[in-house]
Structure formats: structure tokens, C-alpha cells
């Protein structure tokens, strides 16, 4: 077109921002065309007659700026127009009313025009930046990451995910016995990002119910694939949790889908939470069976629930209340986060026999896992046991022939004991009412 065209190299030009984060190549087209018409538009009052032409992959520029020709005695805007002599100049055959395109150089703008376009660039570039990292983290919220840690202060952690964004890991949403070095990754949960003044700011937790549901999710493929639920979590970071799992399968065991064989598949989220105590229950619709659950290991005797009151009164042997409320009061804590019930516990004396004896009295005499295995199927006191069926135990217990007939002789002795003793009290108090007469 008579002028030579002269390329701009935007990665010249502008090489910081040739390495953008989190910015597509259409959104960087976008912004370098908005930037560079609104300076066309402070310069000479209009763009509608520029064509700005980008190739991201070059990093080439080019602006066109169409002009009408006009006779040479009515030429009054020489951004729109051009006269005709000059256009004859660029061509022999140009007629007053057709359009010359002809391309404009950058340095055609000027140092300060060129100066304040690298200004404008830069702050626009860095609100897209923050608007696309918002809005990333926002729809990872409730999903886990990963990190590097870059700092480690004394109320929180910094560290820096696989494009290098900032993350924020408080000390309160650390677990109590997490120990994190310079260099280490850590997994969290993102908990919620916050965007004061156009800064986002992405806050990470391990504490938080939902990492716990996740792991859960990574780990057990039941879970990933919709074959079980999880229905409830109740955590004291580091110490224990309730899981509450249901299956829509009666042929699948959701309890023992999630602890795996000898506990393999459940072992890696213990791992992850700090050795976190993980009880796995299954789920019911019964409010009182899901409380009875929800207390385990220790076994009521009755309960009374309170719908309208959101409460739950629980009767108990007096050995197994120590069980119920747990270590701290931990288990009777989750159990109430978990099923949303307020639960009060009681000793059941009335239910108890006076001469009966808990089997904890005959560790001395029974291996301590063979009464463990007795209690848990609700046998705890010595008549309980006796009182039972010999056949239900063997089954239920899983316990051999002669392991629970040693353990019927035991217990059946110490009442025997006590029998001929109190025999030998009645002789005794009769021949002394035969000597008194």
C-alpha cells in the first residue's frame, strides 16, 4: 500500500506480560485491543475507523486506520480524512469518496502515550489475574488441593500451589499435631475464599468435616462411585471422628467397604488426619437405633428420644457409661454432632442384678479380648453370659467350643460358690435356732 508495513513485536514491547497466570489468550487479545483503542480515542476522539490485528502466537501487533478521501479544499479532520493529492500520492487510481488504509506505528503514538499504555496494561492484566484466581478457588471450594510450604509463621502457613498462587492454611484450621518444614506438601480442603478490595485471599482447612468427606471419597471407590453415601460427620481434629455411611446395595457391607480388610483402606486417611481415630457406622432412618450406633462401643440397655425436645435419654450398665461418654467426653460429643440429638446419659441400676458380677471382675481368670468380644455383642455381666445361649455366643462372638465352655465353667463356679455358701449360712442359722430351744 505504497508504505511499508512495520511489525510490532508485543514480546518486545511488553515482556512482562508475555508470562501470564491464570489469563487465556482470547481474555489477553481482549484486554490489548480494549487498551490500545482507548488510547486511539483520547488521541484523536473516535477508534470506529481502526483495525488493531493481534497474533497471540507471534506476539505481533498490527494497527490499520481506514481514512475517506475528500477534495483537497474540504479536508477538515485529518484523522477521518485525507486529501485527495495526498492519496495520489499513494496511489494514481485513488477517486475523492474511497477509503485509504494505511497502518499506524507504534511510535507514531509518542514516549508518554506509550508509557501510560504499559500503566494501563499492567493494572488491567493484574485485576484479570486476581478476578480468574477468585474465581477458580471459588469453584474448588469444598474440594482438596495441594501445596508447597513457602512460610510457615506462627498463626498460619503459606503455601504456593502448581502455578505458584498464594494459599493460606491457618493454625486454627491445622490439626492440633500437624508439623509442617519449608519444602513439604501439605493437602487441605478449601474452606472458603474471601475478596476484600479486588484481593482474593484462598483459606485452606484440615479440620473442616468436608476433608474428612473427601479423603473418604479418594480413597473408598464405593464411595466415588455413588454405591455408598455418607450420611453424617462428626470430627475433633486429631483426636476422633463418626462417620455415618449407607449403602443402596443390601449386598454391600458399608462399614466394611470403608475400613477394608484389616483396616488397609481406611488407614491411609487415619495416616493423613495425624492418627485420628475413625469409628465408621452404619446409617438408619430409626432415630433410636442410629443414637445406639452412634454410642458405640458402649451398649445401652434403653433409651428414651424426645423428638419434639431434639433429646435423647440414655439408660446404661454403670461399667459401660465410662464408654459412653469416652475419653474427655469425646464420644458422647461426636455422637451428638452426628445425629443432631442432645444426649444425656444414665446408670441403669434398677436393671442390674445385685449379685450379678461384670465380667471386667474376671480379667484375672478370662483373657481380656475374649470379654471384649463377649461385650460386644452385649454380654457384660457374668449372668448375662450364663443366661444366654451356648450355641448364639460360639456364633456371635466368634469364639471357639471350648474357649466359651472354659469361660461358662468360670463363671458358673463363682455362683456355685456363692450358693453353697449361702447353704452353709441357712445350716448354721438352723442348728443355732435348734440349740436355742
Not at 88 to 104: A, H, M, N, P, R
Not at 160 to 166: C, H, V
Not at 321 to 331: E, M
Request: hydrophobic share 40%; aromatic share 6%.
Amino acid at each position: 500500500m505504497g508504505k511499508k508495513t512495520k511489525t510490532i513485536s508485543l514480546i518486545d514491547t511488553f515482556s512482562e506480560f508475555n508470562e501470564l497466570k491464570n489469563i487465556d489468550k482470547t481474555t489477553m487479545i481482549s484486554v490489548l485491543e480494549e487498551s490500545f483503542r482507548s488510547v486511539i480515542s483520547k488521541m484523536y476522539g473516535t477508534d470506529e475507523n481502526y483495525n488493531i490485528i493481534i497474533n497471540p502466537d507471534k506476539g505481533d501487533l498490527e494497527i490499520w486506520r481506514s481514512r475517506t478521501i475528500v477534495e483537497d479544499d474540504q479536508f477538515t479532520d485529518p484523522n477521518l480524512e485525507i486529501t485527495l493529492s495526498d492519496a495520489l500520492k499513494i496511489d494514481e487510481d485513488f477517486e475523492v469518496g474511497e477509503d485509504v488504509t494505511d497502518e499506524v506505528l507504534l511510535e507514531d503514538f509518542g514516549r508518554r502515550t506509550i508509557l501510560n499504555l504499559r500503566q494501563t496494561l499492567a493494572s488491567r492484566i493484574l485485576e484479570l489475574e486476581k478476578d480468574n484466581l477468585y474465581n477458580k478457588y471459588k469453584e474448588k471450594v469444598g474440594q482438596i488441593v495441594a501445596g508447597e510450604v513457602y512460610q510457615v509463621w506462627k498463626k498460619e502457613l503459606l503455601l504456593l500451589d502448581d502455578e505458584q498462587n498464594e494459599l493460606i492454611l491457618p493454625k486454627t484450621e491445622q490439626i492440633p499435631s500437624d508439623f509442617f518444614r519449608k519444602g513439604e506438601h501439605a493437602r487441605a480442603v478449601v474452606a472458603r475464599v474471601e475478596n476484600i478490595n479486588n484481593n482474593p485471599k484462598i483459606i485452606l482447612s484440615r479440620t473442616s468435616p468436608v476433608f474428612l468427606e473427601r479423603l473418604f471419597e479418594m480413597e473408598i471407590p464405593e464411595i466415588a462411585d455413588g454405591l455408598i453415601t455418607i450420611k453424617g460427620i462428626a470430627r475433633i481434629p486429631g483426636e476422633r471422628a463418626k462417620v455415618a455411611v449407607e449403602a443402596y446395595d443390601d449386598r454391600i457391607d458399608p462399614v466394611g467397604a470403608c475400613v477394608g480388610m484389616k483396616g488397609f483402606r481406611i488407614h491411609g486417611i487415619v495416616r493423613e488426619l495425624r492418627n485420628e481415630n475413625i469409628d465408621v457406622i452404619n446409617y438408619t432412618n430409626n432415630t433410636s437405633l442410629y443414637i445406639q450406633r452412634a454410642l458405640s462401643p458402649a451398649h445401652i440397655n434403653s433409651i428414651v428420644v424426645k423428638e419434639d425436645e431434639h433429646r435423647a435419654e440414655v439408660f446404661l450398665h454403670p461399667e459401660e457409661v465410662s464408654l459412653a461418654i469416652g475419653k474427655g467426653g469425646a464420644n458422647i460429643k461426636l455422637a451428638s454432632m452426628l445425629t443432631h440429638y442432645n444426649i444425656e446419659v444414665f446408670r441403669d441400676i434398677d436393671g442390674v442384678d445385685e449379685e450379678d458380677i461384670y465380667l471386667d471382675e474376671f480379667r484375672d481368670e478370662i483373657d481380656g479380648w475374649i470379654i471384649d468380644q463377649l461385650k460386644r455383642i452385649g454380654l457384660s455381666t457374668a449372668k448375662n453370659v450364663l443366661n444366654a445361649n451356648r450355641e448364639k455366643i460360639i456364633l456371635e462372638a466368634d469364639l471357639e467350643e471350648s474357649t466359651v465352655d472354659e469361660v461358662l465353667n468360670i463363671l458358673g463356679a463363682e455362683f456355685e460358690d456363692e450358693n453353697s455358701g449361702n447353704e452353709n449360712e441357712n445350716i448354721e442359722d438352723e442348728n443355732a435356732a435348734d440349740d436355742n430351744q
